[in-house]
């Protein structure tokens, strides 16, 4: 069984630039979450992708958007970036589309640095 | 609002027992869980609570109280690798979504 993979690992970008992160889903997953977790802080929920559609959205603006694919693999993208974007990106697997009590698998995270 | 509320930051010696609280709105309550999450990394899941009671799994057991809102993870034994942040997530039934709000986490450090 394959885990929840995300790529890259870090990156840097500069304010004004636009960003996509990539993850993986663990194998037998339809739902792919994300997350923003700044330093000191909980995760912030950012989107849900269930079967190829948005599922629900957190307090996020549109420059924050997504994509799942038919492997259920996903993207997160965000343009026209702020310092504020800087965090640590999560994504989360599992299996119901939010819809019913299932458990959350978390990918090891992007850390983005917006300077 | 859905607020979850935790210490920020608790110290405990090697071998000791630690209880986190972690307290939430019990309105639409639909289940809760703990995760660990080393610095820098993931959080990995770690217990799911739906029913009162305790629920024990090796060094790690955690308790809920739906009627008061409240929930404890308690780690036995510890152990230096035990030094970590512990987030208390919550899932509220909205709109037939179950969507996990989490806490800002407990940092939990382990002195030798």
């Known amino acids: 069984e394959t885990g929840v993979t995300q790529s890259p690992t870090h990156l840097i970008k500069t304010r004004g630039q636009q960003v996509t992160l990539r993850c993986s889903s663990q194998s037998g997953h339809n739902t792919v979450s994300w997350y923003q977790q700044a330093l000191g802080q909980g995760p912030q929920f950012i989107f849900q992708?269930?079967?190829?559609?948005?599922?629900g959205r957190g307090n996020f603006p549109p420059r924050f958007s997504g994509l799942q694919f038919p492997n259920y693999s996903s993207e997160l993208n965000v343009n026209a970036l702020e310092l504020d974007d800087s965090a640590l990106y999560l994504c989360?697997?599992?299996?119901?589309?939010?819809?019913?009590?299932?458990?959350?698998?978390f990918g090891p995270g992007t850390r983005l640095t917006v300077l | 609002g859905q607020n979850i509320d935790q210490p920020t930051e608790m110290t405990a010696t090697e071998g000791a027992i630690v209880q986190i609280n972690c307290t939430y709105q019990?309105?639409?309550?639909?289940?809760l869980f703990w995760y660990q999450q080393h610095a820098g990394e993931a959080p990995t899941f770690l217990s799911y609570?739906?029913?009162?009671g305790l629920e024990e799994k090796g060094r790690f057991s955690s308790f809920l109280s739906r009627s008061k809102g409240y929930s404890y993870l308690l780690l036995k034994e510890l152990q230096m690798k035990d030094s970590a942040s512990y987030l208390c997530a919550v899932r509220w039934a909205s709109g037939g979504s179950y969507i996990p709000t989490f806490g800002r986490g407990t940092s939990l450090i382990v002195h030798p």
């Open positions: 992708y269930y079967r190829e559609e948005e599922n």
């Open positions: 609570n739906v029913l009162d």
């Open positions: 989360a697997s599992s299996l119901g589309g939010g819809r019913v009590a299932d458990t959350q698998y």
């Open positions: 019990t309105s639409g309550f639909n289940g």
